[in-house]
């Protein structure tokens, strides 16, 4: 046998991760959110705009993908929304980023800032650079300011005189700063990092911000329900946000408040028993025999967006359970709204633009009803 024969036969028999161990990289699919709309949506006020055919670092390039972290980054600590952290800036746009540190547009939404802080502990972890670990510690002071005394977020912080102060569910925002922090509670290794007094006082941010959701779930009728987008940063009952999204029972954000509170473990009396009544209300308001389907239609050009297509909703005996994204407070009913703030009960009733244009359905609550069989079997 040749030496090089005998080498491959070696190498065979030694751990796949001593052959070939995986270069760090960071996944991009925590900010798809914020890339989709730098690319898809050109706003006067980003500080810079994409250019045409602007290049994108891989996931493995982690030191290119920190600076521009880093970049954004404001002077506060946290981060604004759409921007690409994959791209490969110019130095004209490096430097009109540069230029606007101390601007204060910085918000959780659209997966930003906890997205960023995760990432840099990826970065920190591989590199041993400080400077991403002082990013990510400015980060996580930014979240603890940000926090209400209740234990919720808004989704901008300073906080503004609008919606975005209340309380917000909607796109994920608290249960991600949530998961941030459980993470971090559960000594995930790649947050080694956090020194002890930060680390305690992350743990009662966590501690208040489950308070806060067993807290806001909705009791109507005397039962427990699931949580609207927003709450009232007063009062924590349900809160308008935009003019199309009403006070109500919103099963999207509903859906993801749950699985995260599934994957808590050894979860209290209080925990489990918001479970257990999501679910049932998952059940009462599931919608059967209904699909969703988007149809060809002439261009509609209107100030907010322009649509090719419109939807309808058509009986379907074959079609999988689905769900409206809003449910009227008190009645139940599927609810909709045209941005006039009308109310309406039926999809077709929903002005063409927003009926094309907003997620007014969701499947979301069968990811719940999937997985409640396996943590009711753990838990009881």
């Not at 995760?118 to 996580?140: D, M, P, V, W």
């Not at 941030?180 to 007094?197: H, M, N, R």
């Amino acid at each position: 046998m040749r030496p090089f024969s005998i080498t491959i036969c070696l190498l065979a028999l030694l751990p796949a991760t001593l052959v070939a161990q995986q270069p760090p990289r960071i996944d991009p699919q925590p900010f798809a959110d914020n890339s989709g709309h730098w690319y898809g949506i050109f706003d006067k006020h980003n500080i810079v705009n994409p250019l045409p055919g602007q290049p994108r670092y891989q996931p493995t390039d982690i030191k290119n993908i920190g600076d521009n972290i880093l970049l954004f980054q404001k002077n506060n600590g946290g981060w604004p929304k759409n921007y690409d952290i994959f791209a490969i800036l110019t130095e004209a746009q490096k430097d009109s980023v540069q230029k606007a540190k101390d601007a204060t547009n910085t918000t959780f939404d659209n997966g930003s800032t906890y997205t960023q802080i995760a990432a840099l502990a990826t970065i920190y972890a591989a590199t041993k650079e400080n400077r991403y670990r002082s990013a990510a510690e400015k980060g996580l002071d930014f979240i603890l300011r940000a926090q209400y005394a209740n234990g919720g977020w808004p989704q901008y912080y300073p906080l503004e005189d609008n919606y975005s102060r209340h309380i917000t569910f909607n796109d994920g925002v608290f249960e991600g700063i949530m998961r941030l922090l459980k993470d971090i509670k559960d000594k995930k290794p790649e947050y080694d990092f956090i020194k002890e007094d930060q680390r305690q006082q992350l743990a009662k941010a966590y501690d208040k911000g489950l308070d806060c959701i067993i807290k806001t779930q909705i009791v109507d009728g005397g039962k427990p329900t699931a949580w609207c987008q927003q709450h009232d940063e007063v009062t924590l009952q349900p809160a308008w946000a935009r003019k199309f999204e009403p006070p109500s029972i919103c099963n999207g954000e509903s859906a993801g408040i749950v699985i995260f509170l599934m994957d808590i473990d050894h979860p209290d009396k209080k925990i489990i028993a918001a479970i257990e009544n999501a679910v049932a209300w998952f059940r009462e308001s599931t919608i059967y025999n209904t699909r969703i389907r988007r149809v060809s239609a002439p261009r509609f050009v209107t100030p907010f967006r322009v649509s090719t297509s419109d939807r309808i909703a058509v009986v379907d005996s074959a079609a999988p359970p689905i769900w409206t994204r809003y449910y009227e407070l008190r009645t139940h009913r599927p609810l909709f709204c045209n941005r006039d703030s009308k109310v309406v009960y039926s999809l077709a009733e929903v002005d063409r633009e927003r009926r094309d244009g907003y997620g007014w359905y969701t499947y979301a609550p069968q990811r719940v009803l999937d997985r409640y069989p396996a943590w009711r079997q753990k838990i009881y």
